[in-house]
């Protein structure tokens, strides 16, 4: 069993930048796929990016160019770096490992 446990959230100004964690407690170097996600308030959970084992990534396309997701498995820990943040980027953003393991989520709040 594997715990995910995100950080790096907070309330920031539209333009600004924030990065998040998400730490595991066991390593991740087994695991192909890994994710970030993020729910609005009264919207679905939604696939923001997500990054293989070699390092292939994919993001949606509301955030390409602006959010770059990395992986460091000698730290065991997944990232999200955001740019250029807007005020339709403020959700609850978790980390994933698909079909497995999900962590508690990070509020990310983007004032106008």
């Known amino acids: 069993q594997v715990q995910l446990v995100e950080s790096g959230g907070g309330l920031v100004q539209a333009g600004g930048s924030l990065r998040l964690s998400c730490a595991a407690s066991g390593s991740i170097a087994g695991f192909n796929t890994m994710a970030w996600y993020r729910q609005a308030p009264g919207k679905q959970r939604e696939l923001v990016a997500t990054?293989?084992?070699?390092?292939?990534?994919i993001y949606v396309d509301s955030v390409k160019g602006r959010f770059t997701i990395s992986r460091d498995n000698s730290k065991n820990t997944l990232y999200l770096q955001m740019n250029s943040l807007k005020p339709e980027d403020t959700a609850v953003y978790y980390c994933n490992v698909p079909w497995v393991y999900w962590g508690q989520g990070t509020q990310v709040t983007v004032s106008s």
């Open positions: 990054i293989t084992s070699d390092g292939r990534t």
